[in-house]
């Protein structure tokens, strides 16, 4: 149990060390998050070409998987050499996405509101909010990089603080165990003197 004890603590400060430091430095930890996207993009590229190259005698589709591995090689170079092209890369990606989602609710809720649902505009309101997130992540991408990093930050910290409680509440039960274990060795005396 002490090492379990000593594990949660050392876990515990270093994960809210690193949440405070993702909080004080978004834009860098986003970057840095590009980067490492960049390296996992390359090293899956490389474990798809050598699997693409060793099974284009068995496997009819083998060159597709070759070219593929290769694509995502030059893309994880990319990504790795130039982390805040990559990091903006990624803002795109997702307000494009947010946008769509947007878009796509929008649509969906004249749909609802045909069918008769009375809570249809809800969805209306959340698709042109969604849409208009996107526009501003595309206009501001070095604010959509911030907030995302101060989202990692804070998720970082609050997972930190868990282990703190959690700690707090593995002591707790220890002190239970204990005291059951002093009141059950109690019993047995009793039960053994009579």
């Given amino acids: ?3 379990v004890n ?5 876990t515990a400060l270093l994960l809210i060390v690193l949440g405070v430091v993702c909080l004080t430095n978004p834009v860098e930890i986003f970057n840095s998050m590009a980067w490492l996207a960049g390296l996992i993009i390359l090293l899956t590229g490389i474990t798809s070409l050598i699997f693409g190259l060793r ?14 591995a290769i694509f995502q090689i030059v893309v994880g170079i990319m990504m790795i050499g130039h982390s805040v092209l990559a990091a903006a890369a990624i803002v795109a990606v997702f307000a494009i996405w947010v946008m ?3 878009i796509s609710l929008a649509v969906l809720s004249m749909d609802y509101k045909r069918s008769g649902y009375d809570r249809w505009w809800l969805m209306l309101i959340f698709g042109v909010c969604s849409l208009i997130l996107g526009f501003f992540a595309l206009r501001k991408p070095e604010a959509t990089e911030a907030f995302i990093g101060v989202l990692l930050g804070l998720g970082i910290f609050a997972n930190g603080i868990e282990r703190i409680v959690a700690f707090s509440a593995l002591k707790r039960i220890q002190a239970h165990l204990r005291d059951l274990k002093e009141s059950a060795t109690a019993v047995n005396i009793d039960d053994i003197q009579k």
């Avoid at 000593?6 to 050392?10: A, G, P, R, V």
């Avoid at 099974?55 to 593929?68: D, F, I, R, V």
């Fill in 1 to 3: 149990m002490k090492r």
């Fill in 6 to 10: 000593f594990y949660l603590i050392i």
């Fill in 55 to 68: 099974a284009q005698e068995h496997l009819p589709n083998s060159g597709s998987t070759t070219l593929l």
């Fill in 100 to 102: 769509f989602e947007g």
